[in-house]
């Protein structure tokens, strides 16, 4: 019974010893200890967190980069891809146009040339017409000549013209 | 490969201990003139000394003799306690307690004895007791091993905390990494979900310390030998003092809430308050009981499995005694069971500091808890 009690009655020394004791220990490490250690704790927590976002803005960023540049690319290609097929339009059209433009001079020559032709072939008609008429003139004149040397003859020319003015 | 010579290693450090702790190494002396008593054995670890026993050779004690204070008569007398010899002798009048009741403190002999140094024959002339000290302020065993861990543990944190304070962004290296993860654990598994994230930064550094406090003794009085051994953990003044200080922290901190739940608890029908206040009165015990279930679990717990381990290497010398065959039959399983303990007692050093630290954040919670929003509506 004396061996239970012992155990389970205070000692005044100790109680003395034990609130003095404890109370420097909380004082000391509530002092110089914890407050150094939970806020480089916090503040390593808060490092890492910082650089975990930090690392996924970055990565996110990369990957707008990327797809940017990716974007960029394609953008460029399109543009390359309508410059050569501008300048393909352009030159075909040149090309038609340079076409069109030959075939209408072309056409535009012939015709002149066939108006010149034209010209020239009614000129040399009516020319052959006044060489024609003037040879028949000269024939008919000759003739008449001939035909008028005796008096019957004329009158009978008369006459003949006459039917053909009545005859009108 | 490895395995293998860590099994040797284990078995020689087995057979070292065995024969260390075999009838015939430590018990030559004593076991022929003397009955081994495995009670006194055990209470002697167990209880505080005004010496620290540390072991018996050829039949000498070595002691580490700590001072004796005394407030006695109006003054401070202070002398080494190795002037008593084991209760052998009186200095200056004052002797080791020799009566039942007067067992483990420190008595003024009277008449003849008032100021008497030397020897003492308890049996030709019993001296007579003055009066027992009462206001006894010795390092004992138990005082020392306070200091012993109050040094410890300033110098631990006071190290890492400089380390931290070098390089707070840099990696935890050796203590620091050990003792980072614990200090995470009590914040963020004990202390912030109890008391509350808004609020657990005030009650943060007593809660830590008294973690550590009570780890780090447990831990030493798990160590055999010389400053470690001592059963502070497992002294009733030490719990009892930890347990105080968290009563005063959470009735301090108490907010109008907690003591309107105490004296008017909510959810009670009304015949359980009034005209008896039979709820008020069993939550009002309750204030007192719980810091006294903390004292008693933390005391029980640390002293019941210092006993236990006791016990089993007692087991060695109790059959040592009756013959040193059965004894050396009896000291491997002894051992075995000594190492089971000893690696129980290393759980329950870590879970009753955890348990403690955890409770006193609960009741402080409670204390400091703000009521709640549907509370408030009803």
């Known amino acids: ?168 | 490969m490895n395995y293998k010579k860590t099994r040797y290693t284990l078995l020689y450090l087995m057979l070292g201990i065995m024969l260390l702790f075999s009838p015939k190494f430590s018990l030559n002396a004593q076991a022929e003139e003397e009955e081994f008593d495995p009670g006194e054995y055990i209470m002697e670890h167990i209880t505080d000394d005004y010496g620290w026993h540390i072991t018996t050779y050829n039949e000498h004690h070595i002691t580490v003799p700590l001072p004796v204070i005394l407030f006695d008569g109006g003054n401070f007398v202070v002398f080494s306690s190795g002037k008593f010899h084991q209760g052998q002798q009186a200095y200056k009048g004052y002797a080791l307690g020799f009566t039942e009741d007067t067992d483990g403190s420190i008595v003024k002999l009277g008449g003849n004895y008032a100021d008497y140094t030397g020897e003492l024959n308890y049996e030709e002339a019993c001296p007579p007791i003055d009066h027992v000290c009462k206001y006894d302020v010795s390092i004992t065993k138990n005082v020392c091993a306070l200091l012993v861990s109050i040094i410890l543990l300033c110098w631990i944190f006071l190290s890492v905390a400089k380390k931290y304070k070098e390089g707070p962004l840099k990696a935890p290296k050796g203590l620091q990494s050990f003792l980072e993860p614990i200090i995470l654990f009590i914040r963020d598994e004990v202390v912030i979900p109890s008391i509350g994230e808004d609020k657990y930064q005030k009650y943060f550094p007593y809660l830590l310390t008294l973690f550590f406090f009570i780890l780090v003794n447990n831990l030493m009085g798990l160590i055999p030998i010389f400053p470690g051994g001592a059963n502070l953990t497992g002294n009733i003044t030490v719990t009892a003092v930890l347990a105080i200080i968290t009563f005063f922290i959470t009735n301090i901190s108490a907010n109008k809430h907690y003591w309107k739940d105490i004296f008017n608890s909510p959810g009670v029908p009304w015949w359980l308050k009034f005209p008896i206040p039979l709820m008020p009165l069993v939550e009002f015990i309750g204030v007192f009981t719980k810091p006294f279930v903390l004292m008693i679990r933390l005391f029980a717990n640390i002293t019941a499995g210092h006993i236990i381990v006791l016990g089993f290497l007692s087991l060695i010398f109790i059959f040592g005694a009756m013959s040193p065959a059965i004894g050396y039959a009896v000291s491997p399983v002894s051992v075995f069971f000594y190492i089971f303990m000893g690696l129980l007692e290393l759980l329950v050093a870590f879970i009753q500091a955890y348990v403690f630290t955890l409770l006193s954040a609960i009741y402080i919670g409670m204390a400091t808890e703000e009521p709640h929003h549907e509370e408030l509506a009803n």
Do not use: C
């Open chain 1, 1 to 168: 019974m004396t061996l239970l009690a012992s155990l389970i009655t205070p000692s005044f020394g100790l109680l003395v010893w034990m609130l003095i004791g404890f109370g420097i220990l909380v004082f000391i490490l509530a002092k110089f200890a914890w407050p150094v250690i939970t806020k480089s704790i916090a503040q390593r927590e808060a490092y890492i967190e910082n650089q975990l976002a930090e690392a996924e803005k970055v990565k996110n960023e990369l990957a707008n980069l990327s797809k940017k540049h990716d974007e960029m690319m394609a953008q460029t290609k399109a543009e390359r891809d309508k410059i050569l097929g501008d300048a393909r339009k352009i030159s075909e059209k040149m090309y038609e146009d340079a076409k069109i433009k030959a075939n209408n001079e072309a056409t535009a020559l012939i015709e002149d040339a066939k108006k010149a032709i034209n010209f020239e072939k009614m000129k040399a008609i009516i020319d052959v017409k006044n060489e024609i008429a003037n040879l028949s003139i000269d024939i008919a004149e000759k003739l008449i000549r001939k035909e008028l040397s005796d008096k019957d003859k004329q009158n009978q020319l008369v006459e003949d013209w006459m039917k053909g003015i009545n005859q009108n």
